[in-house]
Structure formats: structure tokens, C-alpha cells
């Protein structure tokens, strides 16, 4: 690691080193909306689903665009279904300027029992806020490390008050008091663009000074393996990166390219019309690579805008259906629990910051 970086990352983490002064300890933990717990407290979980996400625009989102009641009543059903099919953890993957309401998601936990994990992070254009791309990465690291630290800020407070959040250094937030579990971003395909590059590396510095893991949207191959540099660039372990829908790209052989590096792999596409094509696809992944990939469906959810929130994709369709499919297949129920409880416990337990 250059020493440019070291210096960066050991400012980056006097931000977050106040928590373990006060005696809170993460390292070790998975950090769900509710609190921390052990990672052999997480049980079977989807890595990657949702409750609710708005594609309205990042000059446009609020939270004024839904009523958060409905929005429980309609989801509960869900998550009841999903922990009555077996599944005790799902990782909320909507960021920033998508639709994040964490206080939503602590209700929610709390009546379904089921553990929900949010996140830290941002998309990508067109919903990206407008400061996003004036600001610098280490000034987006800040404010996602102030998130992991305060908690997240109330989400109340309507797009220009969010865009303010990124007009950083400086003003504190009340916090929410929940605290994001991982880090969400997303890329463009093919050759990552520079603002894309920018959001990688505030990720990479984020991951290092917190010991988040960071889950990106990447559809191809090329964009993972170009995320991987910038990590290295800043020195951030492979191990630290989720290449959410891998299964995405055609070419499996850059999914290997990209475990073989250390990455995590994460086959989260998978529904009832595509199953009988995922299915070689995950038992090839699993075979070679059984402590890096990661299965989910990206699921649900309430779209915000839609009468009702629209049609949600069940939650409970892939434990139902997908795992008999994968026993058929000759998968033992150790080989299930690694899939399910295993790797994502060690994919989302909050490492030990690399600067202090």
C-alpha cells in the first residue's frame, strides 16, 4: 500500500475509531437494523433482496412518495412467508436516493423476525445526486463512515436535504440510530466510467477504515476485474468486494477470474424462469469455488409509485423451490447450509479496519 494511502486511511478511520473508544466493537459482527449480532446468530439468509426501491430519480425521491404504513402491511405477508420457508436473514439491498428507509426496515424486522441488514452506498446515473459528482471520493467516504458510526440519518428529509449530505465536510446529523451492516454501490457495464470509479474507490476507503464488505451491481466480467484494481489501488483485499449479479455475465470463466482473485460471487438472479438455467451455472460456481459464492434471487418488492406498490416477486420463492432443486442435484444439506448460513455470515461480518 502506497503511503499516500496509509495516511488517507488512517484519517478516514479516526472517524470510526470514536465507536470503539465508547466500547462498541464490530469487528466480528453482522450488524442488522435492530443491532449486532453474532454471525452464528444469522441463520439462512438471501444476500441480496428488497423491500422497497423508487426509481422516481435522485432529484426526485422522497419519502413523501409513499406511505410507510402500507408499505408494512403490504411487506409483512412477505417476510412472514420467507421465515416460515426456512430464511432467518435478508440483506435489504436498496441505497441511497433508491428508496433506503431503515426505520421501515426495524419495523418490519421486528414483527416478521426476520434479521434485516441495510447499507450504506450509492447507485449509479441517473440516480445519483448531482453533488455526487462534484464531490471527491475520500468526501463521499466521510459521510459513509459517519453512517457507520452515528447511524444513518433520518430519511425524512426530502431530496435536497439528502443532496446536502454529500456537500461534506462538516455538519453533523441527528442519527437514526441504525447502522448499515454493508456497503451498496453500483456500476456502469464494460469500462467503468469516472464517475463509477470514484464511487468504487470511496468504497474501497470506506470498506478499509470500517471493515464493511462492499456489494456492487456489476453485469460484466470486465467491470468486476477493474473494481478489483481500484480496491488493490487503495489496498483493500479482494475479500472485501460482493460481485452482486455475476450471473449476469455470459463468460463464467471471468467468474472464476474474478474468485480466483478472492472475490465473492454472487448468483442473485435467480427466479422460476430462468432456474433450470441458473442451476448448472450455480452447481459449476460451487464446485470449484464453495467458499465464494453466494445465491439469492433479488426479489420483492414495494415500487414506489405503482398502485399499492405493484407486483411484489415473492421472497419465499427460492428456499421453496430452488434448494429441492439443488438436492435433486446431489447437493447435501452441509453443502446447503455453506450456500446459505455459512458464506454469507463470512461474506457480511464486519472485518477489523485495516488503518486505525
Given at each position: 500500500?502506497?503511503?499516500?494511502?496509509?495516511?488517507?486511511?488512517?484519517?478516514?478511520?479516526?472517524?470510526?475509531?470514536?465507536?470503539?473508544?465508547?466500547?462498541?466493537?464490530?469487528?466480528?459482527?453482522?450488524l442488522t437494523v435492530c443491532g449486532p449480532i453474532e454471525p452464528?446468530?444469522?441463520?439462512?439468509?438471501?444476500?441480496?433482496?428488497?423491500?422497497?426501491?423508487?426509481?422516481?430519480?435522485?432529484?426526485?425521491?422522497?419519502?413523501?412518495?409513499?406511505?410507510?404504513?402500507?408499505?408494512?402491511?403490504?411487506?409483512?405477508?412477505?417476510?412472514?412467508?420467507?421465515?416460515?420457508?426456512?430464511?432467518?436473514?435478508?440483506?435489504?439491498?436498496?441505497?441511497?436516493?433508491?428508496?433506503?428507509?431503515?426505520?421501515?426496515?426495524?419495523?418490519?424486522?421486528?414483527?416478521?423476525?426476520?434479521?434485516?441488514?441495510?447499507?450504506?452506498?450509492?447507485?449509479?446515473?441517473?440516480?445519483?445526486?448531482?453533488?455526487?459528482?462534484?464531490?471527491?471520493?475520500?468526501?463521499?467516504?466521510?459521510?459513509?463512515?459517519?453512517?457507520?458510526?452515528?447511524?444513518?440519518?433520518?430519511?425524512?428529509?426530502?431530496?435536497?436535504?439528502?443532496?446536502?449530505?454529500?456537500?461534506?465536510?462538516?455538519?453533523?446529523?441527528?442519527?437514526?440510530?441504525?447502522?448499515?451492516?454493508?456497503?451498496?454501490?453500483?456500476?456502469?457495464?464494460?469500462?467503468?466510467?469516472?464517475?463509477?470509479?470514484?464511487?468504487v474507490r470511496a468504497a474501497a476507503l470506506t470498506s478499509a477504515?470500517?471493515?464493511?464488505?462492499?456489494?456492487?451491481?456489476?453485469?460484466?466480467?470486465?467491470?468486476?476485474?477493474?473494481?478489483?484494481?481500484?480496491?488493490?489501488?487503495?489496498?483493500?483485499?479482494?475479500?472485501?468486494?460482493?460481485?452482486?449479479?455475476?450471473?449476469?455475465?455470459?463468460?463464467?470463466?471471468?467468474?472464476?477470474?474474478?474468485?480466483?482473485?478472492?472475490?465473492?460471487?454472487?448468483?442473485?438472479?435467480?427466479?422460476?424462469?430462468?432456474?433450470?438455467?441458473?442451476?448448472?451455472?450455480?452447481?459449476?460456481?460451487?464446485?470449484?469455488?464453495?467458499?465464494?459464492?453466494?445465491?439469492?434471487?433479488?426479489?420483492?418488492?414495494?415500487?414506489?409509485?405503482?398502485?399499492?406498490?405493484?407486483t411484489v416477486a415473492p421472497l419465499d420463492w427460492l428456499p421453496?423451490?430452488?434448494?429441492?432443486?439443488?438436492?435433486?442435484?446431489?447437493?447435501?444439506?452441509?453443502?446447503?447450509?455453506?450456500?446459505?448460513?455459512?458464506?454469507?455470515?463470512?461474506?457480511?461480518?464486519?472485518?477489523?479496519?485495516?488503518?486505525?
Amino acid at each position: 500500500m502506497q503511503a499516500i494511502h496509509v495516511t488517507l486511511l488512517a484519517l478516514l478511520a479516526c472517524l470510526y475509531a470514536g465507536a470503539s473508544a465508547a466500547g462498541q466493537t464490530d469487528a466480528g459482527k453482522i450488524l442488522t437494523v435492530c443491532g449486532p449480532i453474532e454471525p452464528s446468530d444469522l441463520g439462512p439468509a438471501l444476500t441480496h433482496e428488497h423491500v422497497l426501491v423508487d426509481f422516481i430519480g435522485a432529484d426526485k425521491v422522497s419519502p413523501d412518495r409513499y406511505d410507510p404504513d402500507e408499505v408494512f402491511e403490504v411487506m409483512l405477508p412477505y417476510l412472514r412467508d420467507l421465515k416460515a420457508a426456512g430464511i432467518r436473514a435478508l440483506f435489504e439491498c436498496t441505497p441511497n436516493y433508491l428508496g433506503r428507509d431503515p426505520a421501515l426496515l426495524r419495523k418490519l424486522s421486528l414483527a416478521s423476525g426476520v434479521h434485516l441488514i441495510t447499507n450504506t452506498g450509492l447507485y449509479k446515473d441517473p440516480f445519483l445526486p448531482a453533488s455526487a459528482h462534484d464531490t471527491s471520493a475520500e468526501e463521499i467516504a466521510r459521510e459513509w463512515i459517519r453512517e457507520a458510526v452515528e447511524g444513518i440519518g433520518p430519511e425524512g428529509i426530502g431530496p435536497e436535504g439528502q443532496a446536502a449530505q454529500y456537500r461534506f465536510p462538516g455538519t453533523s446529523r441527528a442519527a437514526s440510530g441504525i447502522r448499515p451492516g454493508f456497503i451498496k454501490i453500483a456500476v456502469n457495464e464494460g469500462d467503468l466510467s469516472e464517475i463509477q470509479r470514484k464511487i468504487v474507490r470511496a468504497a474501497a476507503l470506506t470498506s478499509a477504515a470500517t471493515g464493511l464488505v462492499i456489494a456492487s451491481h456489476t453485469t460484466t466480467g470486465r467491470a468486476a476485474l477493474q473494481e478489483l484494481e481500484i480496491l488493490a489501488e487503495v489496498g483493500v483485499p479482494p475479500s472485501h468486494l460482493i460481485v452482486v449479479h455475476s450471473d449476469a455475465e455470459p463468460d463464467q470463466a471471468l467468474h472464476f477470474q474474478v474468485a480466483e482473485r478472492g472475490a465473492w460471487l454472487s448468483y442473485d438472479g435467480i427466479r422460476a424462469g430462468n432456474a433450470a438455467q441458473k442451476l448448472p451455472l450455480v452447481l459449476e460456481a460451487f464446485r470449484r469455488y464453495p467458499d465464494r459464492l453466494l445465491i439469492s434471487q433479488d426479489a420483492g418488492w414495494y415500487h414506489v409509485g405503482e398502485p399499492g406498490g405493484g407486483t411484489v416477486a415473492p421472497l419465499d420463492w427460492l428456499p421453496r423451490h430452488f434448494l429441492p432443486m439443488l438436492r435433486d442435484a446431489g447437493l447435501t444439506d452441509a453443502q446447503l447450509d455453506k450456500l446459505l448460513v455459512e458464506n454469507p455470515a463470512r461474506a457480511f461480518v464486519v472485518r477489523e479496519p485495516l488503518a486505525r
